[in-house]
Structures are given as C-alpha cells and as structure tokens.
C-alpha cells in the first residue's frame, strides 16, 4: 500500500468512546440469558443490528482492544479541509506532516512522522 502524506490541522482523540462502546455493546451480554425463543430471537435481532452497524459505520475503530494496546483512534483535520481517522499509538500536533496507508475508508494508520512533533 502506497502511503498517503497528511498535514494536520486539527486532531481530536476519539478513544473516549470506548467506555460508551462497552456499555452500549458489550455489557447487555455480559448477564443475557435466553432462556425462552423471544429472548433468543431479540438478542440475534440486536447481534446483527451491530454487524450491520460495524460493517456501515467506523464504529469498528472505536474498539476496546486496540486501546489496550496502546492504540488510540484520533478524528484528524487535515490541510484541504479532508477528515480521517487516524489509528495511532502517538497523537499528531497541529502542523506536523505524517505518512500513513489506508485501512479502509477514511480510516488510516500512521507509519512515519515526516515534519514536526507528535504528543
């Protein structure tokens, strides 16, 4: 995969939502019991209703595994007013250039810093 260079504008770390994420998504499971077929049923309704979701949205970028370990989901400005995700164990500074490659969508990892700091 060819990298992509960026320059940043403006960055925002998203990992916040993970907490929101394993309570909205995890924890119902954590305690379900299907004892009955309606039990059954509403939790296949629910399970791909987040498939559907995962597979729609980037909600997948907002994932308790990647944040233990170590990686963070950053929503980054970029020159050109374009926005990406960014998937990172370090947060890019504002006017910083970096080189990353495409996971998919607008979704990006960061491979290498090219001008400036990261956090």
Do not use: C
Not at 15 to 23: F, I, N
Not at 34 to 42: H, I, K, L, M, V
Not at 80 to 102: C, V
Request: hydrophobic residues 50%; charged residues 15%.
């Amino acid at each position: 995969m060819a990298d992509t260079p960026f320059t940043v504008v403006s960055v925002r770390d998203d990992s916040a939502q993970v907490p929101a994420y394993l309570l909205t998504y995890v924890f119902p499971f954590a305690f379900a019991t299907a004892d009955d077929t309606a039990s059954f049923w509403a939790y296949g309704v629910f399970a791909v209703l987040l498939l559907v979701l995962l597979a729609r949205t980037e909600l997948s970028l907002v994932n308790p595994i990647l944040l233990a370990f170590g990686f963070h989901t950053y929503e980054v400005r970029t020159t050109g007013d374009r926005t990406i995700s960014l998937i990172s164990k370090t947060q890019p500074l504002p006017h910083s250039t970096f080189l990353a490659y495409q996971v998919a969508g607008s979704a990006f990892s960061f491979r290498r810093l090219v001008d400036g700091d990261m956090q």
